[in-house]
């Protein structure tokens, strides 16, 4: 979408619109326009409301979240503004008793008046914090709600979910993001490549998240591009030229051939190799000869051990007699452990008889339906594979549908507003607040707490009472050796207001990557990580269970 300049926009940080078209103004449910007729019928509708964005359980069973989609709610609002065209529909929507007068309110609605503050994106975050605290009109705000809850709850739980894969998975190891054809539909593919690479993966095969947001790009051939092929007969331009173009191979399929004929009859090998299937070393050496600088070969079409290995080590050799340097194998079924194992110790046979360097390193991709279970299963029978391209089960979120992020009112003309349940965990934190995270002596972070707008904040080196919002018995004393709040404004509702900027999505990636290197081990395991302690001050504990005994109807026994 083009950015539109109907916010408080500063010169030469102009905002784009959202990424995705389908954001605008009617990304929403019809209870945020009935609600916002309710309002400006009652008068109510330009009341100064807050509005806290947050999520009340850690997904996938793990103690942990990665804070996302927050670019894309700053852009939705830096271009907020109906069209005549969305105000017609909303007309039709709504019931015909509506007064025309809300629809010329609704022609001038805008954000300028609203304020967001938000942690940063690629944040590890925990249940009750808000995510992101809005203030405004509060019919304004409303229409706001779903969108931001659209936007945050899959981008959050995606990064999560790439992150929890990353780290299973370990540092070393590359992970791609091959899910595009899985996802939910287009949108889902694109935003899963994009809060994949956040969380922590390090290139997609989806082209068109590349060109929307720089993400580097992996891809070879299918299986359909190996059977595609009968014979080396069908090769009609045998010709390549040496890396350094000084040289030109005339018969780069005699070549492979002659490299194949070594390989069967090498001493170290011990007669491993028989006969190889012919048409899959015409397709490799195709493709080798199409992408000379960059050939990785799918070796599981016909028989991995006996055909596909020894078929990609001849084309990689015959490539190296001309100065290239092959990228690797894939690996797309069958026991990955077994066949990662035997494919490098091959690799390091090769390597050692023919005397071609590295070549023992030779990169190992696996794929074929991968998940955390998977790679955690891989890891305890041992392995030597280098990169794991992952889909389904990342892009789907498989293992858990959805985050469950709620905007709750918190405070509206500046007295606090309290959401009460029979589940407490229901209850909403009222007021507006200040968060912050308080990190301990070894730079681990031991506790966040919430404190009123006004309290003073925690100082390093003094002792805070640290209080569980509705458990009585869970308190702590904490010394914080590091301070850091977590809420900035990045939206000041004003014209030239100071904002935070924001980063680019490399940016957002190495902050996630960051964070998650700074949790405690404990936190961050798969099974029966340890609770991270979420925390109120003294005084807002205090402040909670009074608004929620004066709010609570007092019952009667007859």
């Not at 009341?47 to 069973?61: I, M, Q, S, T």
């Not at 979240?65 to 927050?70: D, K, P, R, V, W």
């Not at 390090?202 to 929307?212: D, E, P, R």
């Not at 507003?417 to 308080?438: A, G, M, N, Q």
């Amino acid at each position: 979408m083009a950015a539109k300049s109907n916010g408080p926009i500063d010169t030469g940080r102009v905002i784009p619109g959202p990424t995705n078209p389908m954001v605008t103004p009617l990304l929403t449910d019809l209870y945020q326009f009935t609600m916002a007729y309710a309002y400006w019928k009652a008068g109510k509708h330009n009341e100064r409301a807050v509005f806290d964005l947050y999520f009340r359980k850690n997904p996938f069973g793990g103690e942990y979240t990665i804070f996302a989609g927050l670019e894309e709610c700053i852009r939705f609002i830096a271009n907020f503004k109906l069209t005549e065209d969305e105000i017609a529909f909303v007309r039709e929507s709504l019931s015909s008793s509506c007064e025309d007068g809300f629809y010329d309110y609704l022609r001038g609605v805008d954000c300028l008046g609203v304020e967001v503050y938000a942690i940063a994106e690629g944040t590890v975050v925990f249940p009750k914090v808000p995510l992101i605290r809005v203030e405004g009109p509060i019919a304004v705000v409303q229409l706001l709600e779903t969108p931001f809850l659209n936007l945050v709850n899959y981008a959050s739980l995606v990064a999560t979910n790439a992150a929890r894969h990353r780290f299973v998975a370990g540092e070393s190891k590359n992970l791609l993001e091959f899910g595009l054809r899985r996802a939910q539909g287009p949108d889902g593919g694109i935003a899963a490549s994009r809060y994949c690479y956040l969380g922590g993966f390090h290139a997609t095969s989806n082209v068109a998240a590349g060109k929307l947001f720089g993400i580097p790009l992996r891809g070879t051939h299918s299986h359909a591009f190996v059977s595609s092929f009968m014979s080396p007969d069908e090769i009609i331009d045998k010709t390549l030229r040496s890396s350094d173009g000084q040289s030109t191979c005339e018969d780069f399929v005699s070549l492979v051939q002659t490299w194949l004929s070594k390989i069967k009859w090498s001493k170290s090998l011990n007669g491993t190799f028989g006969e190889t299937n012919q048409s899959e070393v015409a397709a490799f050496t195709s493709y080798a000869l199409a992408f000379p600088n960059n050939f990785l070969a799918l070796v599981d079409t016909y028989d991995v051990m006996r055909s596909g290995i020894p078929n990609y080590c001849a084309v990689a050799l015959a490539l190296n007699d001309l100065g290239y340097k092959a990228s690797g194998i894939r690996l797309d079924s069958g026991d990955l452990a077994y066949l990662s194992c035997e494919a490098r110790k091959i690799f390091r046979i090769i390597e050692k008889e023919f005397g071609v360097p590295e070549f023992g390193k030779t990169n190992i991709t696996a794929s074929n339906d991968l998940n955390e279970e998977t790679l955690d299963a891989l890891n305890k029978q041992g392995h030597e594979v280098d990169s794991f391209g992952i889909g389904t089960y990342v892009v789907t979120c498989y293992a858990q549908a959805a985050l469950g992020c709620v905007f709750k009112l918190v405070e509206i003309n500046n007295q606090p507003r309290i959401k009460l349940s029979e589940d407490v965990t229901k209850v909403s934190i009222p007021c507006k607040k200040r968060s912050y995270r308080l990190y301990g002596k070894e730079g681990y972070p031991l506790v966040d707490i919430m404190t009123g707008e006004n309290e003073p904040p925690p100082k390093v080196g003094e002792r805070i009472l640290c209080r569980h919002p509705f458990n009585e018995s869970k308190r702590a004393y904490v010394v914080p050796q590091r301070v850091e709040e977590l809420m900035k404004c990045f939206w000041p509702g004003t014209p030239g207001g100071v904002r935070e900027d924001l980063p680019s999505l490399r940016d957002i990636r190495e902050r996630c990557i960051t964070q998650l290197k700074k949790m405690r081990p404990d936190h961050m395991r798969k099974l029966n990580p340890t609770p991270y302690k979420v925390s109120v001050s003294a005084n807002l504990y205090e402040f909670i269970h009074f608004l929620w005994l004066n709010e609570a109807p007092v019952g009667e026994l007859q």
